[in-house]
T-cell receptor
Protein backbone atom coordinates (compact mmCIF):
# COMPACT_ATOMS: atom_id res chain seq x y z
CA UNK A 1 0.00 0.00 0.00
CA UNK A 2 1.24 3.49 -0.83
CA UNK A 3 0.14 4.88 2.51
CA UNK A 4 -2.10 7.90 2.98
CA UNK A 5 -1.99 10.08 -0.12
CA UNK A 6 -2.64 13.80 0.05
CA UNK A 7 -2.86 16.32 -2.75
CA UNK A 8 -1.72 18.87 -3.49
CA UNK A 9 1.46 18.90 -1.42
CA UNK A 10 1.70 22.67 -1.64
CA UNK A 11 -1.01 25.21 -2.34
CA UNK A 12 -0.61 28.96 -2.63
CA UNK A 13 -3.76 30.97 -3.10
CA UNK A 14 -5.13 34.43 -2.58
CA UNK A 15 -7.50 35.48 0.15
CA UNK A 16 -11.09 34.84 -0.79
CA UNK A 17 -10.39 31.91 -3.08
CA UNK A 18 -11.78 28.42 -2.54
CA UNK A 19 -9.27 25.75 -1.55
CA UNK A 20 -9.86 22.00 -1.74
CA UNK A 21 -7.51 19.53 -0.10
CA UNK A 22 -7.74 15.85 -0.94
CA UNK A 23 -6.97 12.64 0.88
CA UNK A 24 -6.91 9.00 -0.15
CA UNK A 25 -6.85 6.72 2.91
CA UNK A 26 -5.11 3.41 3.31
CA UNK A 27 -7.33 0.67 1.93
CA UNK A 28 -9.38 -1.02 4.66
CA UNK A 29 -9.03 1.76 7.21
CA UNK A 30 -12.36 2.81 8.68
CA UNK A 31 -11.30 6.03 10.39
CA UNK A 32 -10.16 9.20 8.67
CA UNK A 33 -8.95 12.32 10.44
CA UNK A 34 -8.14 15.85 9.30
CA UNK A 35 -5.59 17.78 11.37
CA UNK A 36 -4.14 21.27 11.10
CA UNK A 37 -0.63 22.11 12.28
CA UNK A 38 0.62 25.63 13.01
CA UNK A 39 3.50 26.99 15.04
CA UNK A 40 1.14 28.81 17.37
CA UNK A 41 -1.45 26.13 18.04
CA UNK A 42 0.41 22.90 17.33
CA UNK A 43 -1.53 19.93 15.96
CA UNK A 44 -5.31 20.28 16.11
CA UNK A 45 -7.96 17.73 15.16
CA UNK A 46 -10.49 19.36 12.84
CA UNK A 47 -12.88 16.51 12.07
CA UNK A 48 -12.96 12.75 11.86
CA UNK A 49 -15.02 10.15 10.03
CA UNK A 50 -15.87 6.54 10.82
CA UNK A 51 -17.12 4.43 7.93
CA UNK A 52 -17.52 7.62 5.84
CA UNK A 53 -19.77 9.27 8.44
CA UNK A 54 -18.60 12.45 10.20
CA UNK A 55 -18.42 11.69 13.91
CA UNK A 56 -16.99 14.84 15.46
CA UNK A 57 -16.51 18.15 13.69
CA UNK A 58 -16.15 20.26 16.82
CA UNK A 59 -12.61 21.18 15.81
CA UNK A 60 -13.65 22.81 12.56
CA UNK A 61 -12.82 26.47 13.14
CA UNK A 62 -15.83 28.02 11.42
CA UNK A 63 -18.40 27.61 8.68
CA UNK A 64 -15.84 28.42 6.02
CA UNK A 65 -14.48 24.92 6.57
CA UNK A 66 -16.27 21.82 5.35
CA UNK A 67 -15.25 18.20 4.91
CA UNK A 68 -16.76 15.30 3.04
CA UNK A 69 -16.10 11.63 2.62
CA UNK A 70 -18.26 10.43 -0.27
CA UNK A 71 -16.77 6.93 -0.22
CA UNK A 72 -14.23 4.82 1.62
CA UNK A 73 -11.37 5.84 -0.62
CA UNK A 74 -11.63 9.62 -0.79
CA UNK A 75 -12.11 12.66 1.42
CA UNK A 76 -11.93 16.41 0.87
CA UNK A 77 -11.43 19.39 3.12
CA UNK A 78 -12.69 22.63 1.64
CA UNK A 79 -12.12 26.21 2.75
CA UNK A 80 -14.36 28.82 1.19
CA UNK A 81 -13.47 31.66 1.29
CA UNK A 82 -9.88 31.26 2.42
CA UNK A 83 -8.15 33.76 4.71
CA UNK A 84 -4.46 34.35 5.53
CA UNK A 85 -4.96 32.89 9.02
CA UNK A 86 -5.83 29.56 7.39
CA UNK A 87 -2.19 29.20 6.33
CA UNK A 88 -0.96 25.95 7.90
CA UNK A 89 -0.03 22.37 7.13
CA UNK A 90 -3.09 20.15 6.87
CA UNK A 91 -2.67 16.45 7.56
CA UNK A 92 -4.94 13.56 6.80
CA UNK A 93 -4.54 10.42 8.93
CA UNK A 94 -6.30 7.07 8.89
CA UNK A 95 -6.69 4.11 11.24
CA UNK A 96 -8.22 0.65 11.25
CA UNK A 97 -11.41 -0.41 13.03
CA UNK A 98 -9.58 -2.35 15.69
CA UNK A 99 -7.52 -0.05 17.84
CA UNK A 100 -4.40 0.76 15.89
CA UNK A 101 -2.03 3.59 15.23
CA UNK A 102 -3.01 6.52 13.08
CA UNK A 103 -1.10 6.68 9.82
CA UNK A 104 -0.39 10.20 8.63
CA UNK A 105 -0.12 11.49 5.11
CA UNK A 106 2.70 13.84 4.08
CA UNK A 107 0.52 16.91 4.52
CA UNK A 108 -0.56 19.85 2.37
CA UNK A 109 1.21 23.14 3.06
CA UNK A 110 -1.35 25.88 2.46
CA UNK A 111 -0.35 29.50 2.07
CA UNK A 112 -3.09 32.11 1.75
CA UNK A 113 -1.81 35.50 0.62
CA UNK B 1 -10.63 15.41 29.87
CA UNK B 2 -7.20 14.17 28.96
CA UNK B 3 -4.22 16.38 28.26
CA UNK B 4 -0.53 16.07 27.51
CA UNK B 5 2.37 18.23 28.63
CA UNK B 6 5.77 17.99 27.01
CA UNK B 7 8.47 19.67 29.07
CA UNK B 8 10.88 21.61 26.91
CA UNK B 9 10.04 22.75 23.40
CA UNK B 10 13.71 22.34 22.39
CA UNK B 11 16.25 19.78 23.57
CA UNK B 12 19.83 19.65 22.36
CA UNK B 13 22.18 16.72 22.93
CA UNK B 14 25.55 15.67 21.61
CA UNK B 15 25.89 12.71 19.30
CA UNK B 16 26.26 9.58 21.43
CA UNK B 17 24.63 11.15 24.49
CA UNK B 18 21.45 10.02 26.21
CA UNK B 19 18.20 11.34 24.81
CA UNK B 20 15.42 12.06 27.32
CA UNK B 21 12.19 13.71 26.18
CA UNK B 22 9.62 14.26 28.90
CA UNK B 23 5.88 13.73 28.67
CA UNK B 24 3.26 13.94 31.40
CA UNK B 25 -0.39 13.22 30.85
CA UNK B 26 -3.69 13.50 32.60
CA UNK B 27 -6.55 11.12 31.96
CA UNK B 28 -9.66 10.10 33.85
CA UNK B 29 -9.45 6.53 32.57
CA UNK B 30 -6.52 4.23 31.78
CA UNK B 31 -4.92 5.86 28.76
CA UNK B 32 -3.24 4.70 25.63
CA UNK B 33 -0.04 6.66 25.09
CA UNK B 34 1.99 7.30 21.98
CA UNK B 35 5.16 8.91 20.76
CA UNK B 36 5.29 10.15 17.19
CA UNK B 37 8.24 11.60 15.29
CA UNK B 38 8.06 14.23 12.55
CA UNK B 39 10.98 14.82 10.22
CA UNK B 40 11.08 18.12 8.30
CA UNK B 41 8.40 18.44 5.66
CA UNK B 42 6.93 15.05 6.47
CA UNK B 43 3.92 13.67 8.29
CA UNK B 44 4.01 12.09 11.73
CA UNK B 45 5.30 8.55 12.13
CA UNK B 46 4.60 6.30 15.10
CA UNK B 47 7.66 5.56 17.25
CA UNK B 48 5.97 3.45 19.91
CA UNK B 49 2.74 3.02 21.83
CA UNK B 50 1.53 1.87 25.24
CA UNK B 51 -1.83 0.13 25.29
CA UNK B 52 -2.00 -1.37 28.80
CA UNK B 53 0.40 -4.26 28.27
CA UNK B 54 4.05 -4.05 29.32
CA UNK B 55 4.94 -0.75 30.94
CA UNK B 56 8.32 -0.57 29.19
CA UNK B 57 7.69 -0.16 25.50
CA UNK B 58 10.33 -0.49 22.82
CA UNK B 59 9.92 1.31 19.53
CA UNK B 60 11.73 1.87 16.30
CA UNK B 61 15.21 3.38 15.91
CA UNK B 62 16.30 2.32 19.41
CA UNK B 63 13.77 4.44 21.30
CA UNK B 64 11.85 3.24 24.32
CA UNK B 65 9.42 4.71 26.83
CA UNK B 66 8.20 3.67 30.25
CA UNK B 67 4.65 4.14 31.48
CA UNK B 68 4.67 5.24 35.12
CA UNK B 69 1.15 5.53 36.45
CA UNK B 70 2.22 6.94 39.81
CA UNK B 71 4.03 9.79 38.08
CA UNK B 72 1.56 10.08 35.17
CA UNK B 73 4.57 10.08 32.89
CA UNK B 74 5.62 8.47 29.62
CA UNK B 75 9.13 9.76 28.98
CA UNK B 76 10.96 8.83 25.78
CA UNK B 77 14.58 7.73 25.94
CA UNK B 78 17.38 6.54 23.72
CA UNK B 79 20.78 5.56 25.15
CA UNK B 80 22.89 7.07 22.38
CA UNK B 81 21.77 9.87 20.08
CA UNK B 82 22.46 9.76 16.38
CA UNK B 83 22.49 12.70 14.00
CA UNK B 84 19.52 11.18 12.19
CA UNK B 85 17.42 11.48 15.37
CA UNK B 86 17.13 15.24 14.88
CA UNK B 87 13.40 15.82 14.44
CA UNK B 88 10.31 16.92 16.33
CA UNK B 89 8.75 14.47 18.75
CA UNK B 90 5.13 14.45 19.85
CA UNK B 91 3.62 12.69 22.82
CA UNK B 92 -0.10 11.86 22.55
CA UNK B 93 -2.78 10.39 24.81
CA UNK B 94 -5.94 8.56 23.88
CA UNK B 95 -8.59 7.76 26.45
CA UNK B 96 -9.84 4.20 26.47
CA UNK B 97 -8.86 3.43 22.92
CA UNK B 98 -11.30 5.93 21.47
CA UNK B 99 -9.90 6.69 18.05
CA UNK B 100 -11.37 10.13 17.85
CA UNK B 101 -9.88 11.32 21.07
CA UNK B 102 -6.15 11.43 20.40
CA UNK B 103 -4.67 14.54 22.01
CA UNK B 104 -1.18 15.67 21.05
CA UNK B 105 1.36 17.59 23.08
CA UNK B 106 3.00 20.71 21.68
CA UNK B 107 6.05 18.81 20.54
CA UNK B 108 9.76 18.82 21.43
CA UNK B 109 12.33 19.63 18.80
CA UNK B 110 15.46 17.52 19.25
CA UNK B 111 18.78 18.80 17.95
CA UNK B 112 21.84 16.55 17.83
CA UNK B 113 25.28 18.19 17.85
CA UNK B 114 28.26 16.43 16.26
Amino acid sequence: DAGVIQSPRHEVTEMGQEVTLRCKPISGHDYLFWYRQTMMRGLELLIYFNNNVPIDDSGMPEDRFSAKMPNASFSTLKIQPSEPRDSAVYFCATAGQRFNEQFFGPGTRLTVL
Amino acid sequence: AQSVTQLGSHVSVSEGALVLLRCNYSSSVPPYLFWYVQYPNQGLQLLLKYTSAATLVKGINGFEAEFKKSETSFHLTKPSAHMSDAAEYFCAVMEGGSQGNLIFGKGTKLSVKP
